[in-house]
């Protein structure tokens, strides 16, 4: 999967520069409406475009020997061209979604004039499968968002999308996403951290207001205007997640105080084994001893003890860090799309539950906070593997999003939660 800075290079040929123009054109002189009518007629019209030079250069592409590896790159840098320009428009927004449903819903086959256009109809086919039009989809779930809060339980996991901006960078690319289109996902995460981030604030503000209000128990006591809770968990959940993920875990420290400290001991480690073995008893001081005891913290001892062995002599470094940490994210969530074996994070939700595992993972990111994005990709991991699922067949893997959603809100982002204090 692509990151901010890498993106799939490749020659374009002059007939894909005319396309390009083509639509560069008319995204800056046609509304939505008239420009997916555009784009409809060319791509899925059969050779009855009005600009003959166009279609020919369009031709031209579907019928290259190499089309069937290099068509999907073609048609999605195309779609962007229209994508990046509406989504700086908040009420062309909306567009975006019926761009991409031309491709769900594709025009009757009806009259096909050339091989041409024959090739196009079994490029636009082929299209649908790929890694880009999936992109495409995440994306217009994302600008959909009323899905995410309207929708059955037995809708698939991906309506979802647009709840989890830490998601967007590794669902929302794809190999060949140019750098305005990353600034476009970039764009569009920021703003849906920064609403989620002050809907939080907001919903927490209330519920101490009301708290304090209930409490003083005063008929004068003016009338709270009520705040939704802006996550798919229960008020009483959230309210145990705010309280789990800020207040004290250990003793009198916080998840924050217990990295902090943990930081300022381990940096005079004499070894990197011995830095492994500081780790185990931070990861392991508040584990439920009834289910450590059972294997995971063996299983946790001796995944650490394989980690980097041969380095085992060496002081610990930064480098030896990250990749510590990394590994141990593979480790508790899961490894790669290619092993999606994510036995113990499942085991770890059963027996501890959601709002414990969320917190394991938030102690090893803020101790070694470049990891951050890598836990993210392991969230998407899962996230893509479970996509099509109806989402009340994996309660958990959509708790554990929300709970994640929280914690990174909380530790990373500019939630001002600074009234808990006032009721812990």
Same mark, same amino acid.
């Given at each position: 999967?692509?990151?901010?800075?890498?993106?799939?290079?490749?020659?374009?040929?002059?007939?894909?520069?005319?396309?390009?123009?083509?639509?560069?054109?008319?995204?800056?002189?046609?509304?939505?409406?008239?420009?997916?009518?555009?784009?409809?007629?060319?791509?899925?019209?059969?050779?009855?475009?009005?600009?003959?030079?166009?279609?020919?250069?369009?031709?031209?592409?579907?019928?290259?020997?190499?089309?069937?590896?290099?068509?999907?790159?073609?048609?999605?840098?195309?779609?962007?061209?229209?994508?990046?320009?509406?989504?700086?428009?908040?009420?062309?927004?909306?567009?975006?979604?019926?761009?991409?449903?031309?491709?769900?819903?594709?025009?009757?086959?009806?009259?096909?004039?050339?091989?041409?256009?024959?090739?196009?109809?079994?490029?636009?086919?082929?299209?649908?499968?790929?890694?880009?039009?999936?992109?495409?989809?995440?994306?217009?779930?994302?600008?959909?968002?009323?899905?995410?809060?309207?929708?059955?339980?037995?809708?698939?996991?991906?309506?979802?999308?647009?709840?989890?901006?830490?998601?967007?960078?590794?669902?929302?690319?794809?190999?060949?996403?140019?750098?305005?289109?990353?600034?476009?996902?970039?764009?569009?995460?920021?703003?849906?951290?920064?609403?989620?981030?002050?809907?939080?604030?907001?919903?927490?503000?209330?519920?101490?207001?009301?708290?304090?209000?209930?409490?003083?128990?005063?008929?004068?006591?003016?009338?709270?205007?009520?705040?939704?809770?802006?996550?798919?968990?229960?008020?009483?959940?959230?309210?145990?997640?705010?309280?789990?993920?800020?207040?004290?875990?250990?003793?009198?420290?916080?998840?924050?105080?217990?990295?902090?400290? *943990? &930081?300022?001991?381990? +940096?005079?480690?004499?070894?990197?084994?011995?830095?492994?073995? @500081? $780790?185990?008893?931070? =990861?392991? #001081?508040?584990?439920?001893?009834?289910?450590?005891?059972?294997?995971?913290?063996?299983?946790?001892?001796?995944?650490?003890?394989?980690?980097?062995?041969?380095?085992?002599?060496?002081?610990?470094?930064?480098?030896?860090?990250?990749?510590?940490?990394?590994?141990?994210?593979? *480790? &508790?969530?899961?490894? +790669?799309?290619?092993?999606?074996?994510?036995?113990?994070?499942? @085991? $770890?939700?059963?027996? =501890?539950? #959601?709002?414990?595992?969320?917190?394991?993972?938030?102690?090893?990111?803020?101790?070694?906070?470049?990891?951050?994005?890598?836990?993210?990709?392991?969230?998407?991991?899962?996230?893509?593997?479970?996509?099509?699922?109806?989402?009340?067949?994996?309660?958990?893997?959509?708790?554990? &999003?929300?709970?994640?959603?929280?914690?990174?809100?909380?530790?990373?982002?500019?939630? @001002? $939660?600074?009234?808990?204090?006032?009721?812990?």
């Amino acid at each position: 999967m692509t990151t901010w800075t890498d993106s799939y290079i490749r020659q374009t040929s002059p007939e894909e520069q005319q396309l390009y123009d083509h639509l560069l054109y008319y995204v800056q002189v046609e509304s939505p409406d008239e420009l997916i009518e555009r784009f409809r007629y060319l791509f899925m019209g059969g050779a009855r475009y009005h600009e003959p030079q166009i279609w020919l250069a369009l031709e031209t592409v579907a019928t290259s020997k190499r089309a069937e590896q290099e068509f999907k790159f073609v048609l999605n840098r195309c779609c962007h061209i229209l994508i990046n320009r509406w989504q700086m428009q908040p009420h062309l927004q909306g567009s975006i979604p019926e761009l991409v449903a031309l491709f769900e819903n594709p025009p009757p086959v009806g009259a096909v004039y050339s091989r041409g256009a024959r090739r196009l109809r079994q490029l636009l086919k082929l299209f649908t499968e790929t890694e880009q039009f999936l992109t495409l989809r995440r994306l217009a779930q994302v600008m959909s968002e009323t899905a995410a809060t309207t929708g059955s339980d037995s809708n698939p996991v991906g309506t979802l999308i647009c709840r989890y901006p830490y998601l967007y960078e590794h669902c929302l690319l794809s190999e060949d996403s140019s750098y305005e289109h990353q600034q476009t996902v970039r764009q569009i995460q920021s703003r849906v951290q920064r609403r989620f981030e002050l809907d939080l604030s907001q919903y927490v503000t209330y519920q101490v207001r009301r708290a304090q209000s209930m409490k003083s128990q005063s008929p004068n006591s003016r009338i709270i205007q009520p705040v939704n809770n802006p996550t798919l968990l229960s008020d009483r959940e959230l309210g145990a997640a705010l309280k789990q993920f800020v207040g004290k875990v250990q003793g009198a420290d916080t998840y924050r105080d217990i990295a902090q400290s *943990f &930081l300022t001991h381990s +940096s005079q480690a004499s070894s990197y084994s011995a830095f492994k073995d @500081d $780790l185990y008893e931070y =990861l392991t #001081a508040t584990i439920d001893p009834a289910y450590g005891k059972r294997q995971f913290n063996d299983r946790l001892y001796n995944h650490l003890q394989k980690t980097l062995a041969h380095n085992d002599s060496q002081k610990p470094t930064e480098f030896l860090i990250i990749r510590t940490c990394s590994q141990l994210l593979n *480790f &508790l969530v899961v490894e +790669s799309p290619q092993r999606p074996n994510h036995f113990v994070f499942v @085991d $770890l939700i059963t027996n =501890l539950g #959601a709002t414990f595992t969320t917190g394991l993972l938030l102690k090893i990111v803020l101790l070694c906070r470049k990891v951050k994005p890598y836990l993210e990709k392991r969230f998407a991991i899962l996230f893509n593997h479970y996509e099509s699922s109806a989402k009340d067949g994996v309660p958990w893997l959509v708790k554990s &999003l929300e709970y994640l959603n929280v914690a990174l809100s909380v530790h990373f982002g500019s939630a @001002d $939660l600074s009234c808990l204090s006032q009721i812990m």
